[in-house]
């Protein structure tokens, strides 16, 4: 059987990273003009997950860090106080779903597994890394963690779980995973 090298090569990572890094750059601003729930749609965290599923446990978590840092950076949002624990926490994302994706089957089960596993592993971290910053000042309780990483995200896990599985599908159909 003759092995696809294009299929593995670094620079089509490196390209595709690229593009979901630019995704979470602007995704925001459109998410953004919705006032309701345009925050709670957690517009980062896509390309992150896709990312991690796409390019594997190597890109993931770099793009996962990077993004909000540099999105805090460039535009101010989100503060940089939330953009350091939410670096942790997309870099989670990235880790996990690029791990668990070489180790579950290829299908819509293992997908969602992974993406579970992987949403469930992020929020822990960066409630730990919330606790973590209360050491310099910042406020953070049970409630607060409770609060940011289910209730009020709601509406982005809900999007999470119906987009990511099969926008992953697509991926897997054109053969990019």
Known sequence: MKK??????????????????????????????????????????????????????????????ILPLLRSALFSMPPMWIAVSMAFELATYGF?????????????????????????????????VRFIMTLWGTEFSFALFLSGAFLTALPGIVAQLLLIPLLVAVFRKARLI
């Open 96 to 128: 996990v779903t690029g791990t668990l994706k070489k180790w579950l089957p290829q299908n819509f089960a293992g997908t969602y597994i992974a993406l579970i596993a992987a949403m469930l592993a992020g929020r822990l971290v960066w409630g730990f």
């Open 4 to 65: 696809n090298l294009a299929a593995h090569h670094p620079v089509k990572y490196l390209i595709l990273s690229a593009l979901f890094m630019a995704l979470g750059l602007v995704l925001p601003f459109i998410t953004g003009g919705i006032p309701l729930i345009g925050n709670m749609l957690l517009p980062m965290h896509l390309p992150v997950l896709l990312c991690g599923f796409v390019c594997g446990a190597g890109w993931g978590p770099v793009v996962g860090f």
